[in-house]
């Protein structure tokens, strides 16, 4: 019954702007860290961006000062706000969420939200 849920992918034109969200739901004591991860085809996985339950945020070099990550702890929802998109940015975008079920904390993925910007 736990899940990480992403929306708010799409199409876009290079310069514009994405919001994506990532809701927990289930049976969560807590949410620890999260973190956005995209992967375009053919290339690896990469870390976009991370939060920490406080908001403490870090982010990749390619994205900073365009990206920015937030949370809301009261909702369980994580946020990636993406302005001045590049055609580079295209990729499969995921979720991810350390999440404590009773007392013992997991690794929990979402299925992965589309964005793809256009030139």
């Known amino acids: 019954q736990v899940q990480l849920v992403e929306s708010g992918g799409g199409l876009v034109q290079a310069g514009g702007s994405l919001q994506l969200s990532c809701a927990a739901s289930g049976n969560i004591n807590r949410v620890n860290d999260m973190a956005w991860y995209r992967q375009a085809p053919g290339n690896q996985r990469e870390l976009v961006a991370t939060i920490t339950r406080d908001s403490m945020t870090n982010y990749a070099d390619s994205v900073k000062g365009r990206f920015t990550i937030s949370r809301d702890n009261a909702k369980n929802t994580m946020y990636l706000r993406m302005d001045s998109l590049k055609p580079e940015d295209t990729a499969e975008y995921h979720c991810?969420?350390?999440?404590?079920?009773?007392?013992?904390?997991?690794?929990?993925w979402g299925q992965g939200t589309q964005v793809t910007v256009s030139s």
């Open positions: 991810y969420a350390a999440l404590v079920l009773g007392t013992v904390e997991a690794d929990y």
